[in-house]
Structure formats: C-alpha cells, structure tokens
C-alpha cells in the first residue's frame, strides 16, 4: 500500500507569493494534519482536518488556510510568503483523530521543502 | 499547556554504545507517548508509543517505558550502530489530537 504522498518535494518562491501544498493520505484514512518544521527544530501543529471538516488549528495567522476533498486529500495554502516560512511542510494521516489514552498512529509524508527568497 | 522537553544534543556515540535520550512532558490527563525518528532528508517515521502509565514500547532495538510519577518516556538502545544516526523527536497527542513534539536529538553514531 502506498504511504501517504506530498506534492510537490522541493519549492523555490518569492516573498509576497502565495503556494499550495497537496497531500494524498493512506488509503481509508479519514484525518490529516499538517505540520511546520522548521530547520533544527521539531514540528508545529498547523491544522487538523477530520471527515473534510477543521477540527483543530494551531498558533499561526490567517495567512495559513486549508481544506479537506471528499477523497480525503488535502490542501495548504500560504498567502503572501515571508522569508521566516521556509520550512519543511509535513502532512500526516491517520485512521481517525487521535484521543488522549486512545491508541493512535500519525503516519507523516516525506514533506514539501518551502524555501522563500 | 502541554509541552515535551527532550535532551539537547547532538549525542555522539561509538558503535556498540548503549544509548540514552531523555524526554519529559508536561500534560493534562494521561497522554499517549511517541518516539518518531526523522533520517536525513526524509519525513517521520513512528519508531515506538506507549499509551498508558507503566507501557513499554520498543521497536528495532529501541525502547521506552511510560514513567507516569516522574512524567518521562525516556529512549534506550543497548547497542547503536552507525544506521541509527538521526534525529529522534519525543511526542505526546493532546486531548484535541494534535501531536506536539520536543526540540529533537540528533544522534551522531560513529564507527
């Protein structure tokens, strides 16, 4: 089975631009989340999607948005890029939405690696 | 608010080593508890969990053991090898399902 898929994997934009990520979970699995890491940092909590609906948003402005297909595939969107979102974006998939003490498995893609001049 | 603190690094090792990284968190509740490791260039891979108080998880030689009164989900592995050079990242998932992360450790295991 195919693991979960991000496109595309390396994006040279320019400062005031906007970008579109796309994300392909595992098949059957109905959430994504996405994620921000930045160069030696861990991950940040970006945006959780559930049965095509948000079901949790992290600390980051409006300029962030994005959207879960009846495939379950997602989208993120970033409008007028600043140099300080270079990062690598990562997209996670799971069977459902994870529970404190509930048994739970994120399983993250490859990336997207955002570098904004 | 929930957060995880992990040891800075980078951790270096001689082949054969035993190897210890560090994680605490801070959390309302009892939270699952991850270990995922990220080799260079590549996403994360879910190298072990432990969902409850007293759970040890392990996987490829690695293991941690959820330690509810000291709030610590610490990594071991008796013997690295050079393929187990990476960054390894303590997580926790909060009540809402987001997972949140520690800083990283990067493992530097030489021959």
């Known amino acids: 089975d195919a693991g979960v898929t991000q496109s595309p994997t390396h994006l040279i934009k320019t400062r005031g631009q906007h970008v579109t990520l796309r994300c392909s979970p595992i098949s059957g699995h109905k959430s994504v989340s996405w994620y921000q890491q930045v160069l030696g940092q861990g991950p940040q909590f970006i945006f959780q999607?559930?049965?095509?609906?948000?079901?949790g948003r992290g600390n980051f402005p409006d300029r962030f948005s994005a959207r879960q297909f009846p495939n379950y595939s997602s989208e993120l969107n970033v409008n007028a890029l600043l140099l300080g979102d270079s990062a690598l974006y990562l997209c996670?998939?799971?069977?459902?939405?994870?529970?404190?003490?509930?048994?739970?498995?994120?399983?993250f893609g490859p990336g997207t690696r955002l570098t904004v001049t | 608010g929930n957060s995880v603190t992990q040891m800075e690094g980078p951790v270096t090792l001689s082949e054969e080593a035993f190897l210890t990284i560090n994680c605490t968190y801070t959390a309302t509740g009892y939270p699952s508890l991850f270990w995922y490791v990220q080799y260079p260039g590549e996403g994360l891979q879910l190298l072990l969990k432990a969902t409850k108080a007293d759970d040890k998880g392990s996987n490829k030689g690695f293991e941690a053991t959820y330690r509810k009164e000291t709030t610590s989900f610490h990594l071991e592995k008796g013997s690295v090898q050079v393929s187990d050079s990476a960054v390894y990242f303590c997580a926790l998932v909060s009540s809402t399902g987001k997972l949140i992360f520690g800083q990283g450790t990067t493992l530097q295991v030489k021959p």
């Open positions: 996670a998939s799971s069977l459902r939405m994870g529970l404190a003490g509930v048994d739970y498995e994120q399983y």
């Open positions: 999607y559930y049965e095509k609906e948000e079901r």
